[in-house]
């Protein structure tokens, strides 16, 4: 039976995964370096360190990265103010469907709780959360996550992941 689901939110709930490429398109010609898809699509939810050595591998330059990292960021959150969150479709629904069946919801995000909590709030959604964790992504704090999450769902657990969507909305 199950009893709970845990979200993960950029790139399954919000389409900011394709907000935050098209954002760096935007900084890295602003400081006149070149786009390198590779990189882009590799930077995409690493933590602080392992992006800026990410950044250096790519771009030997004097730039400084937490700088560049967080014009790209306040970007994507000016878009995302001005224009709205972009939800990926099924999103209502589902959790209409979950919260009507009483299956618990969590969250489970690398972003920061300013931003997961602004993306929920835009979304209009947050009241159907049971549970937030929001954590860096290090291979031991992810192994704590799911141990928690376990424990909070009575060791029924089911990750909300970018296949797992596609599947259900398949049928």
């Known amino acids: 039976m199950l009893k709970g689901v845990i979200f993960d939110m950029d790139g399954l709930m919000f389409d900011t995964e394709r907000l ?45 990265f937490k700088k560049i990292k967080d014009e790209k960021n306040q970007m994507v959150f000016d878009y995302i103010i001005s224009h709205g969150i ?17 299956i618990k919801i969590a969250l489970a995000t690398s972003s920061s709780r300013a931003v997961a909590n602004k993306y929920l709030e835009l979304a209009g959604i947050d009241s159907y959360f049971n549970a937030k964790v929001l954590v860096m992504r ?34």
């Open 138 to 171: 290090f291979q031991k704090e992810n192994r704590i996550l799911k141990y928690s999450l376990r424990l909070w769902l009575n060791f029924s657990l089911h990750v909300m992941s970018p296949l797992f969507w596609k599947i259900l909305k398949m049928g």
């Open 86 to 102: 972009p939800v990926k479709e099924g999103l209502y629904e589902l959790l209409d469907f979950l919260k009507k069946n009483k």
């Open 20 to 64: 935050s490429s098209k954002m760096w398109h935007k900084i890295l010609t602003k400081y006149s370096l070149p786009i390198n898809e590779k990189f882009i699509i590799s930077i995409r939810g690493l933590n602080f360190k392992s992006s800026k050595e990410l950044f250096y591998k790519y771009y030997q330059t004097d730039l400084e």
